[in-house]
């Protein structure tokens, strides 16, 4: 990352940018110079958050559209996956041995985070693999670009993300990071952890105490900063993340949850056939699903800890993909 080496200080908006860039190349019309829906929200960013206008657009000056973002997020989604397919995706031995690896690396960091927010090793390594298999893939595209491309060529979600686009322009201004440097997938999630713009502000933490918070390429400040989600997120630390379950009857399926909120008990899940070997109180909320297995349908209890990691992906199968890698990977270092 490029650090913007002329702020005076943090709250002076992009003293210097011009010398960083150049004037020739910011005076070079980029594909939303003239943009009226530029305009408008760099005014909002001068007006609401003391960015200096001019200053702000020749950042704009340099904005490419892309269309193959506007392809990629177009384009209609493919077939959901079966669990029996989707978990050969994310659970494989290079995952595996990689994780391994990235978790004896890091263990020092690993094991404060645990410590200070009560979240797993395992289930913050996991979360890195899954999201970038340990920053290997990370994405290619400038945020900016991204975000601007959303934010002003895609209607339907355009809101969302030029919300995106302020909370990356203020997290830059922030960090004294250059915004045209740092690159995300296509959508805008950036780093090792895949952070929105909006996540970074809200929970990514300086882990290594250096003074800036680097997601990037920090291993440490992505450790705590996934440790730091899901204690905002509700994580609660000794608790189990699912239970197996046994079903019996012609009302199982009355308790399957619509959607990955925990709007059933495990009470009223006995009453319709639900069974588990687990200890679970009658009256704990969970989430109650159904997967197609290898082997035929699984049926599972999701706790309050599952739904924390849906809350990192809104995804059932996410979850689970999280959960049985943070487990083989407990089970590859021999036991924690």
């Given at each position: 990352m490029q650090a913007m080496r002329h702020w005076a200080t943090r709250s002076v908006p992009w003293v210097g940018l011009v010398s960083i860039l150049g004037a020739s190349q910011l005076a070079t019309a980029g594909d939303y110079e003239g943009s009226p829906q530029v305009a408008a929200f760099v005014g909002e960013m001068t007006r609401d958050y003391g960015f200096a206008g001019e200053?702000?657009?020749?950042?704009?000056?340099?904005?490419?559209?892309?269309?193959?973002?506007?392809?990629a997020i177009s384009r209609p989604a493919e077939r959901v996956?079966?669990?029996k397919e989707y978990r050969p995706m994310f659970i494989t031995d290079a995952r595996i041995a990689r994780g391994v690896d990235f978790?004896?690396?890091?263990?020092?960091a690993l094991a404060r985070a645990e410590q200070e927010y009560g979240v797993p090793a395992q289930v913050i390594v996991s979360i890195i693999g899954v999201e970038t298999f340990f920053g290997r893939n990370t994405g290619n595209y400038r945020v900016i670009d991204a975000l601007s491309?959303?934010?002003?060529?895609?209607p339907p979600r355009a809101d969302f993300f030029r919300k995106e686009l302020r909370e990356f322009l203020l997290l830059a201004r922030e960090e004294q990071l250059d915004p045209l440097t740092l690159k995300g997938s296509y959508a805008g999630a950036m780093g090792l952890p895949q952070f929105m713009p909006s996540s970074f502000r809200a929970f990514a933490v300086d882990f290594d105490s250096d003074g800036h918070i680097n997601i990037w390429?920090?291993?440490d400040d992505a450790i705590g900063s996934v440790a730091s989600y899901f204690k905002r997120h509700g994580w609660v630390a000794g608790e189990g993340v699912v239970s197996r379950a046994q079903v019996r009857g012609e009302r199982v399926d009355e308790g399957l949850s619509p959607g990955i909120e925990p709007v059933m008990t495990v009470g009223q899940l006995r009453a319709l056939g639900w069974s588990s070997h687990d200890a679970l109180r009658d009256d704990l909320p969970v989430t109650a699903f159904r997967l197609d297995g290898e082997f035929g349908?699984?049926?599972?209890?999701g706790l309050k800890n599952f739904y924390a990691i849906t809350r990192y992906n809104r995804s059932v199968m996410?979850?689970?993909?999280?959960?049985?890698?943070s487990e083989m990977l407990v089970q590859a270092r021999g036991g924690k």
């Open positions: 200053q702000l657009m020749g950042v704009f000056r340099e904005v490419e559209r892309k269309q193959s973002i506007l392809d996956k079966p669990w978790w004896r690396q890091h263990e020092a491309t959303l934010g002003f060529d895609y390429n920090d291993p349908p699984e049926y599972w209890i996410y979850a689970m993909a999280v959960h049985q890698l």
